[in-house]
């Protein structure tokens, strides 16, 4: 687990890590009581400066001592039927590299079960002789060499504590995927920010039935499309910039 000020989660995402031979907890510099929460749940915490997402996760995972990884965010919740079903995993011999859990966001008390954030299917448990991981800034991935199995029951994401909290994130994340994009110094075609977060809205909201979650179901569809938007607009900013030069 990667932390940094986040004794807000702790208490529910530490909490069924019991079973679990070994905790281990990246701090990147908390200035609340983030690492004795940790410590007070039996987790070993290690100091270190922030390397960005891929290579600081990159260094935890190789940090581990055990033959198997499980991934946890900080404002994730390994809810009891996940966890039985990862327990009953381990008393037989397991004949794959890793395992992919579908996430579940719980937005606001609301559990999202329809639109672009659901499904969202990750590698979070994985061998640690058989992975590598993604280089990008944002929305870094494990990467398997090996069989990849999905699992039936869901992590639970408590992403976000308000929507104020969703804008000022989104707005972190689309700077770190500008940076990534910039890289490819492909040009923004005209319109192609407004007519992909016109596809993500409709993608979303009526595809994939966003709008059976209700109201939160068309905020999300609609925070959505601007998130898309933005980040197109900073990236054709971010290139005619550095195109000056």
């Known amino acids: 687990m990667l932390v940094k000020n986040e004794e807000k989660n702790l ?13 281990l907890v990246y701090d990147s510099g908390s200035t609340d009581k983030s690492s004795m929460i940790c410590e007070n749940f039996g987790a070993k915490v290690i100091h270190g400066p ?14 581990a001592s055990q033959p198997w990884i499980f991934w946890l965010d900080a404002d994730e919740v390994i809810p009891p039927a996940l966890l039985a079903e990862i327990s009953t995993l381990f008393q037989e ?19 999202i079960r329809h639109g672009n954030w659901f499904p969202d299917w990750n590698v979070r448990l994985f061998h640690s002789k058989h992975w590598s991981i993604s280089s990008n800034n944002v929305h870094e991935k494990v990467l398997i060499n090996g069989t990849i199995y999905s699992l ?9 504590s308000s929507k104020k909290d969703y804008f000022r994130r989104i707005s972190i994340y689309e700077k770190l995927w500008v940076s990534d994009k910039c890289k490819t110094r492909r040009r923004v075609l005209p319109f192609e920010g407004f007519l992909r977060a016109c596809w993500r809205f409709f993608r979303g909201y009526i595809l994939r039935r966003g709008f059976l979650d209700g109201k939160m179901g068309a905020w999300i569809a609609y925070g959505n499309f601007f998130e898309v938007y ?16």
């Open 11 to 23: 208490y529910k995402s530490l909490s069924p890590l019991e079973p679990f031979a070994e905790i």
């Open 152 to 160: 039936k029951n869901i992590l639970e994401h408590h992403s976000f």
């Open 93 to 111: 011999e397991i004949n794959v590299a890793a395992f992919n859990i579908n996430r579940m966001i719980i937005m606001l008390g609301q559990p």
């Open 50 to 63: 922030w390397l960005g997402f891929s290579k600081t996760r990159k260094k935890l995972f190789e940090s």
């Open 230 to 245: 933005n980040k197109y607009l900073l990236l054709d900013k971010s290139i005619k910039k550095t195109s000056q030069f």
